[in-house]
């Protein structure tokens, strides 16, 4: 298994890739509102997209064996873990929605990234798992440092996120990233301290757990080809961001002004 490491170029390129992609989702914060639908905010995505001289990733991605991705990026509401297509279903009040956008500069990179978005005032249920996604994965960010273990990071989100009694999706996971959209290494969201690959100054790689509010089990949905979802039907939630190893620890790529504030235990979104 050969892991990158990447120049000093490319990280000031995927700094670039990595802040448009959060720009997209800064563009669309707005207008997630009850009565929107995800094809609405597929185009809304498209438009900023296509003003900031960015093109999707997603739209007509086609891993073997599989149809093309129809959309510009990917929106799962409630029990649909990862991969949901827009359609033209209007989102109602207490849904949780994840948007998750790549997107790849005119240089040729690629900035991946997703929020969780609540509509209209919420359940405590969604609020509560939303946040608590949230919170895994900067658990898991800030264990990054050129030294560490992949073991650490998904150890780190694993414990917190079954201390809160949520379950870790297994199938699915992070991934290296630059002008390749999914590179070695995989970034595991479960696992021990100490093991696993070793990370090493320039690394990038997207940090993204599924957690479920039920069971770990997921099962395709089966009518698209795309569709995941939760076995039990309970809510499951994601946040993905990239960072990039530095020598005395992490720098998250995607970043922009609209990005949500990390929890009050992380100090800065590189150190």
């Given amino acids: 298994m050969t892991i990158k490491i990447n120049s000093d170029e490319d990280i000031a390129q995927m700094r670039i890739a ?7 989702l800064d563009y669309i914060t707005p207008h997630i509102q009850p009565g929107i639908t995800t094809k609405q ?5 498209a438009e900023v997209m296509e003003k900031q001289g960015t093109k999707s990733a997603c739209l007509g991605y086609q891993p073997p064996g599989m149809t093309p991705y129809p959309a510009y990026v990917c929106t799962s509401v409630n029990h649909v873990v990862c991969h949901g297509i827009p359609n033209d279903k209007p989102l109602k009040k207490g849904d949780v929605v994840n948007v998750d956008v790549t997107i790849i500069t005119p240089e040729g990179y690629f900035g991946d990234n997703s929020r969780m978005f609540v509509i209209g005032e919420g359940t405590i249920a969604g609020k509560r798992l939303c946040q608590l996604t949230f919170e895994a994965m900067w658990h898991g960010i800030v264990q990054v440092k050129n030294g560490a273990h992949l073991g650490d990071i998904g150890h780190a989100i694993q414990k917190f996120a079954e201390g809160q009694g949520l379950s870790v999706v297994r199938e699915y ?6 002008k390749v959209f999914h590179d070695e290494p995989q970034v595991l969201h479960y696992g021990r301290p100490g093991t696993g690959v070793e990370l090493k100054t320039g ?5 993204e757990p599924m957690l479920n509010l039920g069971k770990k089990d ?6 698209d080809g795309w569709t995941v979802i939760t076995k039990d039907h ?3 939630a994601q946040w ?7 020598d005395t620890g992490y720098e998250v790529l995607t970043w922009s002004e609209g990005s949500p ?3 009050s235990f992380v100090t800065s979104i590189k150190c």
Avoid: Q, Y
Wanted: hydrophobic content about 45%; aromatic content about 2%; proline content about 5%.
């Fill in 18 to 24: 990595g802040r448009l992609a959060s720009e997209v």
């Fill in 234 to 236: 309970s809510l499951s």
């Fill in 203 to 207: 690394m990038i790689f997207t940090i």
């Fill in 218 to 223: 997921i099962k395709d949905l089966g009518n």
């Fill in 240 to 246: 993905e961001v990239e960072v990039v190893v530095t």
């Fill in 261 to 263: 504030t990390p929890p």
């Fill in 41 to 45: 905010i597929d185009m809304l995505c």
């Fill in 173 to 178: 996971c992070g991934h290296g990233i630059g």
